[in-house]
Nanobody, 124 residues
Framework: QVQLVESGGGLVQAGGSLRLSCAAQELTFSNYDMGWFRQAPGKERELVAAINWTGFSKYYADSVKGRFTISRDNAKNTVYLEMNSLKPEDTAVYYC?????????????????WGQGTQVTVSS
C-alpha cells in the first residue's frame, strides 16, 4: 500500500532552518505531483508548497515565498521542503501529499495520499 513518510521536523529558534523530507513507498512517484501542507492548532490546513511531477512547476504560498524551497528527487522517490528564516507563525504539523499529475500546482484539492505529519515548532 502507498505510504508517505515525513521526517525532519523538530524545534528550532526563530531565524533558523529545517529540511523536511517525504519518502514515498509503493507509488509510481514520477507520475505524481507532490505538495507540502501545514496545519496549526485552531487553523485550517493550508497548502504551503507544491511541485509538479517534472519538478519544473512549483507553487508557494505567499507567507513562505522567498524562505521555503520545494524540490524532488524522482530517483529516490523523495520530496523535500527546505525552510529558512523560520518564524514562530510557521509552527504547525507539516504533511506531505501526493496527487496524480494533471492539475495546476496551485490547486489545493484532489490529493490522493497523505503522510502522517511531522511537527515543526519555531520558538521566539
Amino acid at each position: 500500500q502507498v505510504q508517505l513518510v515525513e521526517s525532519g521536523g523538530g524545534l528550532v529558534q526563530a531565524g533558523g532552518s529545517l529540511r523536511l523530507s517525504c519518502a514515498a513507498q509503493e507509488l509510481t512517484f514520477s507520475n505524481y505531483d507532490m505538495g507540502w501542507f501545514r496545519q496549526a492548532p485552531g487553523k485550517e490546513r493550508e497548502l504551503v508548497a507544491a511541485i509538479n511531477w517534472t519538478g519544473f512547476s512549483k507553487y508557494y504560498a505567499d507567507s513562505v515565498k522567498g524562505r521555503f524551497t520545494i524540490s524532488r528527487d524522482n530517483a529516490k522517490n523523495t520530496v523535500y521542503l527546505e525552510m529558512n528564516s523560520l518564524k514562530p507563525e510557521d509552527t504547525a504539523v507539516y504533511y506531505c501529499a501526493a496527487r496524480r499529475a494533471g492539475l495546476p500546482v496551485s490547486v489545493q484539492r484532489a490529493y490522493d495520499y497523505w503522510g502522517q505529519g511531522t511537527q515543526v515548532t519555531v520558538s521566539s
